[in-house]
């Protein structure tokens, strides 16, 4: 049995990344239909702004949503947040 993150698929991961852009509406449809259009979770948060809107049903709130996800999954992401908190810490210079 499968646990964390691993254990949903993509459109399960995308449906709980569009929801705080689309609350109290179904997501399921637009996960597919991204998913559909470009074939993966990553592909989709990746995807360049102008495809994304050339997709039925989404809107600036999900696109916004999509790219702060790519933002927080970049390459030495953590290091840059851990160096900015060990900053912010009494005690340290």
Request: proline share 8%; aromatic share 4%; glycine share 8%.
């Amino acid at each position: 049995m499968r646990a964390g993150p691993d254990a949903l698929s993509d459109y399960e991961l995308l449906e709980m990344a569009l929801f705080p852009a689309l609350p109290r509406r179904d997501t399921k449809p637009l996960a597919k239909a991204l998913l559909k259009t470009f074939g993966s979770f990553a592909e989709v948060i990746h995807a360049p702004v102008a495809r994304l809107r050339e997709v039925d049903g989404i809107g600036e709130a999900s696109i916004n949503q999509l790219k702060l996800i790519a933002a927080a999954a970049q390459p030495g992401r953590q290091g840059r947040d851990q160096a900015a908190a060990s900053r912010c810490r009494p005690g340290t210079t």
